[in-house]
């Protein structure tokens, strides 16, 4: 076990993920840039900046919302990277671009420490209850130094590759969510306007090649119209945008991808940006004139 570990990010997925390494039996040193949220930690110390969580730590993870806030974290005045140690390893654990994540790890490396992108994907649930899905780009030998964190925060944990890879599967993770959410919608209404009842719909459909894990995680909110995030549409919005220009670094076409990425921006100019990303079941219910179980 590493003597310490740093947590820079107590949102609503940092803060549990933080919460479980506490109770793994790890010193944390944390920061948040909302203070109240990293003195409301019991069982850490509260840093006053990143530099300072740096200074008092083996391996920094971070989890922040975007590129800009990671960068800013790790590059910024009184950033991880003037605070760093030799032999440190910095774990970004949010969800960026694979280009920067390649750029902050060259940076990391000429300051001596290393740096893995280790995203995630299971939601705030799978936060709360340390079974995340986490996929890590970098070094094999800083994935085997940073893997008993990650075995007490997620429930899969696979090294795919060299840095930036962690970034490149969580951009087709988000590809696969945010469209099977949307052919979930479609088939929802599509079943309860035709007069079958949603929670059957469901039921039936689990049950064959249909199958899969929104209908299980998600189920209660799209049937209750429950959408308090979870993941929020806004964040989810960003990430399809990292996927296409992924796309297009790469030379690959995303035309569905593109559709869902504009359906979640209507959604956020009709304010619901903050909503967990089901509610775009609501977009097809109001394109439909129809709310399902009415």
Known sequence: MADTVGFIGLGIMGKPMAENLIEAGYDLVVYNRTR???ED???ATVAESPKEVAENSDIIITMLPDSPQVEEMLLGEAGVLEGVGEGAVIVDMSTISPVITEELSEKAAEKGAS??????SGGDVGAVEGTLAIMV???EEDFERALPLFEVMGGAVTHVGPSGTGQVVKAANQIVVALTIE???????????GGVAPDKILDVLGGGLAG????EVKREKLL??????????????KDLGIA?????EYGVTLPVTAVVDQMLETLKMRGRGDLDHSAILTLIEESSAHEIGS
């Open 36 to 38: 109240e949220k990293a």
């Open 41 to 43: 930690l019991d069982g």
């Open 212 to 215: 899969n894990k929104v209908m």
């Open 137 to 139: 780009g970098g070094g």
């Open 224 to 237: 209750e119209h429950s959408f308090d995030p979870g993941f929020r549409i806004e964040l989810h919005h």
């Open 183 to 193: 052919a979930v919608s479609e088939a929802l209404v599509l079943g309860s306007k």
């Open 244 to 248: 296409l220009a992924a796309g297009r």
């Open 115 to 120: 740096m893995l992108d280790a995203p995630v």
